[in-house]
């Protein structure tokens, strides 16, 4: 049964996980190969106003500047030499897509909205004259450039619009994005070891490092887990989930017993994710013992590990904390005990529906 289990849970796993990663899986070994050596980025921007093309200086000079964060290589001119084209369209009235909003790339973070007519700028990249599938869109806070205008007194629609955009590029970290989707992970890990990079920008690239499954980043990620900012702490513990390697087992069991109350609960994912992956039932005892906490929180997440690699002995103790949660009606009131019961209530389904393939 043990083995049946294992197989099926990492299939889910694999079907569940990160979009990006499917997407690279997909690529041919020479598009991996060329993807890593990218240095020299060609930068093509186009913008539109409703009057038609508009200066684009502003946000050539952004995009340039920022590639040059991971220390590439901005090209201009296409004249010149270049591995690579990344191009960039800004457009005070997004083109229209269609009606469809799930399904393909609508379902990804940062995807390009189907439905979306206001302000936007789409990144896209061309790699050997193909565009490639990766794409990444970002959009104002407003639909309709002319009332927005008006409401900030700023004049020129247009001119506002742009530089509404110009600012999302300035926020938005598509360098990471962008270097994570060609495997350049030592450029993200040159950033992440700069003292002067920003705790929250940080915690962005250790989610990359998840969405990699960067086993070169796990010794990054335990002295994070270990180290004083809780925020990075919780996402290394994630990316270690993410990734998957079982000698970081003993480490997240640690975490979740004894480490930061507000570190359990990651812990205890990262621990069922990791767990599940190898078939690891050694992790079912510790959970046990943890499932019988007062956090909330920490019991709702160790009730969702359990359920990933289903084992009798949590059966009953999982019944058990079924039973009190549906003999207070009050609790359907508190969404931190609705969590819990939806946690319990899969897990115990998970378990039964093992026990007769057994």
């Avoid at 000079?61 to 004249?79: I, S």
């Avoid at 302000?119 to 050997?128: D, F, K, M, T």
């Avoid at 920490?298 to 590990?305: G, I, M």
Wanted: hydrophobic share 40%; proline share 6%; charged share 30%.
């Amino acid at each position: 049964m043990r083995r049946i289990v294992t197989l099926m849970t990492v299939g889910a796993l694999f079907f569940l996980g990160d979009a990006s990663w499917a997407r690279r899986d997909a690529l041919t070994a020479e598009q991996k190969n060329q993807m890593e050596r990218i240095d020299r980025v060609l930068i093509d921007v186009l913008a539109l106003s409703d009057k038609g093309p508009v200066d684009t200086g502003p946000l050539v000079e952004v995009v340039t500047r920022r590639m040059k964060e991971f220390d590439y290589t901005p090209v201009t001119d296409p004249a010149q030499p270049h591995d690579v084209e990344l191009k960039i369209k800004c457009e005070q009235r997004k083109t229209w897509e269609g009606s469809t909003t799930m399904g393909s790339d609508a379902d990804l973070p940062d995807s390009p909205s189907r439905v979306w007519k206001g302000p936007a700028c789409q990144l896209a990249y061309v790699l050997n004259g193909k565009k490639m599938a990766w794409r990444k869109e970002v959009r104002t806070e407003f639909d309709d450039p002319q009332a927005a205008a008006v409401l900030a007194k700023a004049g020129d629609p247009a001119a506002y619009t742009m530089a509404k955009l110009k600012a999302r590029l300035e926020d938005y970290d598509f360098p990471a994005l962008i270097t994570a989707e060609w495997g350049q992970e030592e450029r993200l890990f040159r950033l992440y070891d700069d003292p002067k990079t920003p705790v929250a920008r940080k915690v962005k690239l250790v989610s990359l490092f998840g969405e990699l499954f960067s086993a070169k980043a796990v010794p990054r990620l335990l002295a994070g887990l270990n180290g004083t900012d809780r925020d990075i702490a919780k996402a290394s513990a994630l990316a270690l989930g993410n990734i998957g390697q079982k000698d970081t087992i003993p480490t997240l069991i640690k975490t979740m017993k004894t480490g930061a109350p507000e570190l359990r609960a990651t812990a205890a994912k990262a621990l069922g994710i990791v767990g599940a992956l190898h078939g690891d039932f050694t992790i079912v005892d510790p959970l046990l013992e943890t499932l019988t906490t007062d956090d909330v929180a920490v019991k709702t997440e160790v009730a969702w590990a359990l359920g990933k690699l289903p084992d009798k002995r949590a059966h009953e103790p999982l019944v058990t904390i079924q039973k009190s949660l549906y003999h207070a009606h009050q609790n359907d009131a508190d969404p931190n005990l609705v969590k819990l019961k939806e946690a319990v209530n899969w897990s115990i389904k998970q378990i039964d529906t093992w026990e007769h393939v057994e």
